[in-house]
């Protein structure tokens, strides 16, 4: 089992910045990716970045250039930073790994991003 837990979320006004954290527990163990997600009200849960086991990332189009996701080399940390915040922005971003071997994949329990204009 692995458990990811989610920080960092918060209220923040447009043009400011966040740091979300992830800190995961347990077997990890053949990691295949790590990324973040987010959901907004109404709308389907979409990809903002990810990081591949050999360290490639891969942005949305909608945060490249303002989001930048890292980890921590024993990958018990994945962050995102997040610069130049925008109103659509706002959103429950959570932390996903996805593992090798059939072993599927697990997700945090979600943090809230709320960007005022």
């Known amino acids: 089992q692995v458990q990811l837990v989610e920080s960092g979320g918060g209220l923040v006004q447009a043009g400011g910045s966040l740091r979300l954290s992830c800190a995961a527990s347990?077997?990890?163990?053949?990691?295949?990716?790590m990324g973040w997600y987010r959901q907004a009200p109404g709308k389907e849960r979409e990809l903002v970045a990810s990081?591949?086991?050999?360290?490639?990332?891969n942005y949305a189009d909608s945060v490249k250039g303002r989001f930048t996701i890292s980890g921590d080399t024993a990958k018990r940390n994945l962050y995102l930073q997040m610069d130049s915040l925008k109103p659509e922005d706002t959103a429950v971003y959570y932390c996903?790994?996805?593992?090798?071997?059939?072993?599927?994949?697990?997700w945090g329990q979600g943090t809230q991003v709320t960007v005022s204009s």
């Open positions: 347990g077997s990890i163990s053949s990691i295949h990716f």
């Open positions: 990081m591949g086991n050999g360290g490639n990332t």
């Open positions: 996903y790994y996805f593992f090798w071997n059939g072993r599927g994949g697990y």
